[in-house]
Protein backbone atom coordinates (compact mmCIF):
# COMPACT_ATOMS: atom_id res chain seq x y z
CA UNK A 1 0.00 0.00 0.00
CA UNK A 2 2.77 1.82 0.84
CA UNK A 3 5.02 1.64 -2.26
CA UNK A 4 2.80 3.30 -4.63
CA UNK A 5 2.91 6.51 -2.42
CA UNK A 6 6.69 6.59 -2.38
CA UNK A 7 7.09 5.93 -5.91
CA UNK A 8 4.39 8.71 -6.49
CA UNK A 9 6.43 11.04 -4.67
CA UNK A 10 9.45 10.24 -5.84
CA UNK A 11 8.52 10.50 -9.46
CA UNK A 12 7.44 14.46 -8.36
CA UNK A 13 10.56 15.06 -6.35
CA UNK A 14 12.34 14.52 -9.78
CA UNK A 15 10.29 16.43 -11.62
CA UNK A 16 10.77 18.93 -9.76
CA UNK A 17 14.65 18.87 -9.46
CA UNK A 18 14.51 18.74 -13.22
CA UNK A 19 12.25 21.88 -13.60
CA UNK A 20 15.07 24.52 -14.69
CA UNK A 21 12.17 27.38 -14.29
CA UNK A 22 12.33 27.30 -10.55
CA UNK A 23 14.98 28.65 -8.29
CA UNK A 24 16.84 26.92 -5.48
CA UNK A 25 14.28 28.04 -3.00
CA UNK A 26 10.77 27.30 -5.13
CA UNK A 27 12.76 24.04 -5.66
CA UNK A 28 12.97 23.63 -1.90
CA UNK A 29 9.74 24.68 -0.93
CA UNK A 30 8.01 22.59 -3.79
CA UNK A 31 10.38 19.58 -2.04
CA UNK A 32 9.04 20.33 1.21
CA UNK A 33 5.41 20.38 0.05
CA UNK A 34 5.88 16.89 -1.59
CA UNK A 35 7.23 15.49 1.52
CA UNK A 36 4.32 16.38 3.83
CA UNK A 37 2.04 15.56 1.50
CA UNK A 38 3.59 11.86 0.94
CA UNK A 39 4.08 11.51 4.49
CA UNK A 40 0.70 12.28 5.59
CA UNK A 41 -0.58 9.71 3.43
CA UNK A 42 1.74 7.11 4.84
CA UNK A 43 0.89 8.19 7.74
CA UNK A 44 -2.72 7.41 7.24
CA UNK A 45 -1.93 3.74 6.35
CA UNK A 46 0.24 3.19 9.72
CA UNK A 47 -1.00 1.24 12.97
CA UNK A 48 -0.49 3.48 15.57
CA UNK A 49 2.48 1.58 16.80
CA UNK A 50 3.81 1.90 13.44
CA UNK A 51 2.29 5.83 13.08
CA UNK A 52 4.38 6.21 16.35
CA UNK A 53 7.41 4.71 14.87
CA UNK A 54 7.35 6.32 11.72
CA UNK A 55 7.07 9.92 13.46
CA UNK A 56 9.75 8.99 15.53
CA UNK A 57 12.46 8.24 12.93
CA UNK A 58 11.25 11.61 10.98
CA UNK A 59 12.07 13.25 14.03
CA UNK A 60 15.13 11.88 14.32
CA UNK A 61 16.01 12.98 10.35
CA UNK A 62 15.34 16.45 11.16
CA UNK A 63 18.26 17.54 12.89
CA UNK A 64 20.65 15.64 10.16
CA UNK A 65 18.82 17.24 7.17
CA UNK A 66 19.31 20.98 8.56
CA UNK A 67 23.14 20.41 9.40
CA UNK A 68 24.13 19.49 6.00
Same mark, same amino acid.
Given at each position: =?? !?????? *?? =??? =??????????? !?? =??????????????????????????????????? !?? *? !????
Amino acid at each position: =KI !KPIVMD *AS =KAM =KAVHEDESLDR !KA =KMEKVMEIFKSHADQVAALLTPEQLAKFKELREKG !KP *A !KAGQ
